[in-house]
């Protein structure tokens, strides 16, 4: 198998755990520990990528730029990497960020949009930023659909492109399909994101590899959006038992887990009830604290909403339809009484 | 063009303009009898009788018509985001321009948005919106897609001047469900003042009956209601207000409510400054 090129991105899909309050301090001190531990990447941004800062997806406590500003300063050889997710960021964010010093930028849509990447990956490009294609929600797609969008990243620019598995949803055996398919279609390299919420995020993540995966993403302790990722440092433990030799020191990250992002976490990333009902009805990780205020506020359950929000097949970005189920649920409660 | 047909308002259709002999639109115009060019914006300059164009090109095809148009007093009604002249929505400011020579219908969601956003800021100062519109990802062109920031752009500066919101943002989001999935927008008003409830709600679903006038599939979905969120300005109460467009189905097939909202609010303008015209000269029918 061969070595992976891993990026940490508990300093943005992390970012939703701890509900976008990460202050530049907080930046400087976990980019130190990744940084000297070796990772190659680090991604820092808005939960839901540049200009994030919304009512829709919450608002951050600390201007991103700010953050990616500490990030820059810190990293002596780490890449500094962002997520972008056009509409809600846009051209203008993208070049902010690149005059700020990243030189990755992470470019996700729904997995069956990719056309609206164009005009992104190709100024990028201009930018001289290297590129990622970010396929979100990938059990939706079957793989010969995921491969085809890929190709069109490809054809735009990108220099890898992900299969995301942003509500933890698929089995390994669907995660090796995906990511084979994608393999075979494209001359570039092929990435996996993996959240948690069956419990399979490091094994996922290996099946990736044995398929091909050339890219693969971790956040310490697992701190993510819903059930969280695959834990940066339980991954480099796994790769190094499995005599795959990234260079990362292992300790650096197991220390900065424990003793700096654990201590950030709102309460224990667990797979909980919620979480679990999540994956099982293939709905963003993200969505968990709206929907947890929806549901309190309308008196409806959380496994209730999720459930709903899976048939409705509501994808990244929609967190305003959580009211909208949540408002329907209560009105259908009350009929009933 | 199904509007105009199928409405016996104050337009007659007298001629459509496309610069593809072979295309659908052409095709099904004349289909109905309508008299059609392939010969684009040149076909319509050389009949003095059209008054009013309804320009459904590009952007940059607009700057260029645009000229055109105002140098032989033809009314644009400008449905692409070039936005040369002042927006216009009909429930809120058509009457404040009805002089102008070149009006221009924002997009799909600012049609759709901004005027629940002004139904909230005639009550009380919007501080902060935003609006989210999620459309069936079969229903966004290519032109859209190529250019997903002049929506955002457009769109936010249409709730800032005609809502009235003193900040505003646009999100739009693409969703490949099937079956496809009806238009649907999302207001969030975030008010930073005392205000009553009751008075923004009232004024909130009055305009929406409006709009319902002109587009039937047009309506809220629940009452709108306050919630208070975390923002950058304190915990302030934040009206939220969701929307869905259901298509007239003339055409575009119903879940398309995005395209319908612009054709309708389209005729809706194109109507009114008809009136006006015969009203206030001499127009040949």
């Known amino acids: ?337 | 063009m199904y509007k105009i047909l199928k409405n016996d308002g104050n337009m007659e259709l007298v001629l459509v303009a496309g610069i593809d002999p072979n295309s659908e639109g052409l095709a099904r115009a004349k289909d109905k009898g309508i008299t059609t060019s392939h010969h684009g914006i040149d076909a319509i300059l050389e009949d003095p009788d059209i008054k009013i164009v309804f320009d459904a090109t590009s952007a940059k095809a607009h700057k260029l018509n645009a000229q055109a148009l105002r140098k032989q007093g033809k009314l644009a009604v400008d449905m692409t985001p070039a936005a040369i002249g002042p927006f216009v929505v009909p429930t809120v400011n058509l009457h404040d321009h009805l002089e102008a020579m070149n009006v221009n219908l924002i997009s799909c969601g600012g049609q759709a948005t901004t005027p629940l956003v002004h139904a909230v800021s005639r009550v009380v100062p919007v501080h902060y919106a935003e609006v989210i519109t999620t459309a069936a990802s079969l229903s966004i062109g290519p032109g859209t897609r190529q250019n997903v920031d002049e929506f955002v752009r457009t769109t936010a500066n249409a709730v800032q001047q005609i809502g009235g919101a003193t900040m505003a943002r646009a999100i739009p989001v693409f969703n490949p469900a099937e079956p496809p999935i009806n238009m649907t927008n999302s207001i969030y008003a975030v008010i930073k003042e005392e205000f009553d409830e009751a008075a923004v709600i009232e004024s909130v679903q009055s305009i929406a009956a409006e709009i319902s006038s002109y587009i039937p599939g047009y309506h809220l979905k629940g009452t709108p209601f306050v919630d208070y969120r975390e923002t950058p300005w304190g915990h302030l109460p934040t009206v939220v207000i969701m929307n869905e467009v259901v298509g007239a189905g003339d055409f575009f097939p119903a879940y398309a409510g995005n395209l319908d909202i612009m054709t309708a609010s389209a005729y809706r303008v194109g109507d009114v400054y008809a009136a006006h015209f015969l009203g206030s000269k001499e127009v040949t029918r």
């Open chain 1, 1 to 337: 198998m061969k070595i992976p090129r891993l990026t940490d991105t508990t300093l943005r899909d992390g970012d939703h755990a701890v509900s976008h309050s990460y202050t530049p301090e907080q930046v400087r001190s976990i980019v130190k520990d990744l940084d000297e531990a070796g990772v190659p990447v680090i991604e820092v941004s808005h939960g839901s990528g540049l200009n994030g800062s919304t009512i829709q997806q919450g608002f951050s406590t600390h201007s991103e730029f700010d953050l990616i500003k500490a990030a820059v300063e810190t990293a002596k050889q780490a890449k500094i990497a962002s997520l972008f997710v056009p509409g809600i960021g846009t051209s203008e964010e993208l070049r902010e960020a690149a005059e700020i010093g990243i030189s990755l930028i992470r470019i996700a849509v729904h997995c069956t949009e990719a056309d609206v990447t164009e005009q992104y990956f190709r100024l990028a490009k201009e930018l001289g930023l290297e590129t990622v294609g970010f396929l979100m929600m990938s059990h939706t797609q079957p793989a010969n659909v995921l491969a085809e969008q890929a190709k069109l990243m490809e054809s735009y620019g990108a220099d890898c492109v992900y299969v995301v598995d942003s509500a933890g949803a698929l089995v390994p055996n669907g995660v090796r399909e995906r990511v084979t398919a994608l393999k075979s279609a494209l001359s570039i390299n092929v990435g996996f994101h993996a959240h948690n919420n069956l419990g399979l995020a490091i094994g996922n993540t290996i099946t990736a590899l044995e398929a091909g995966a050339d890219q693969i993403d971790g956040t310490l302790r697992g701190l993510g959006a819903g059930a969280g990722n695959a834990p940066t440092e339980i991954l480099v433990a796994v790769l190094n038992k499995m005599n795959i030799e990234t260079g990362i020191n292992l300790a650096i990250l197991m220390d900065a887990a424990e003793e700096k992002v654990a201590r950030l976490m709102q309460s224990p990333i667990v797979i909980d009830r919620d979480n679990l009902s999540s994956g099982y009805a293939g709905v963003y990780n993200s969505f968990l604290f709206h929907v947890r205020h929806a549901a309190e506020k309308f008196d409806v359950g959380v496994s209730e909403i999720m459930e709903e929000l899976g048939k409705r097949h509501a994808v990244a970005g929609q967190e305003d339809w959580i009211l909208d189920v949540a408002v329907e649920l209560a009105q259908k409660k009350r009929l009933k009484v």
